[in-house]
């Protein structure tokens, strides 16, 4: 594999097991709050809490793997593409050099 590919599947790799661990841990931080409040198994918007509270830092840690998990895919998508158009020039350059011949 081409090294800016594999630089960018490695980047994506680790950005979804960021994302994987920040997840895991905030469904377990919403499961520890439904065993505070029972009664609440709908929304639990009020789970967030303050500004400072576990609950949002954890949501907000999640958030920012998942745009960072975004990212890195769009990237690798890019590079792909970019790859792939190198690839075709180099071809069309060799298929003109040797219709040159």
């Known amino acids: 594999m081409h ?30 709050v439904r065993l505070w409040f029972p009664g609440s198994d709908g929304a639990l918007h009020a ?3 303050n500004p400072g509270s576990r609950v949002r830092h954890l949501y907000e840690t999640r958030m920012r793997a998942l745009a960072r998990l975004e990212v890195a895919r769009q990237k690798l998508g890019t590079a792909r593409r970019r790859f792939a ?9 060799m298929i003109s050099v040797s219709l040159a011949d």
Request: glycine share 2%; aromatic share 8%; hydrophobic share 35%.
């Open 47 to 49: 789970a967030m809490g």
């Open 3 to 32: 090294p800016e590919l594999a630089t960018r599947r490695r980047v994506l790799r680790a950005s979804y097991q960021r994302y994987l661990e920040a997840d895991r841990q905030w469904r377990a931080a919403l499961r520890e």
């Open 85 to 93: 158009e190198r690839q075709r020039t180099v071809e069309l350059r």
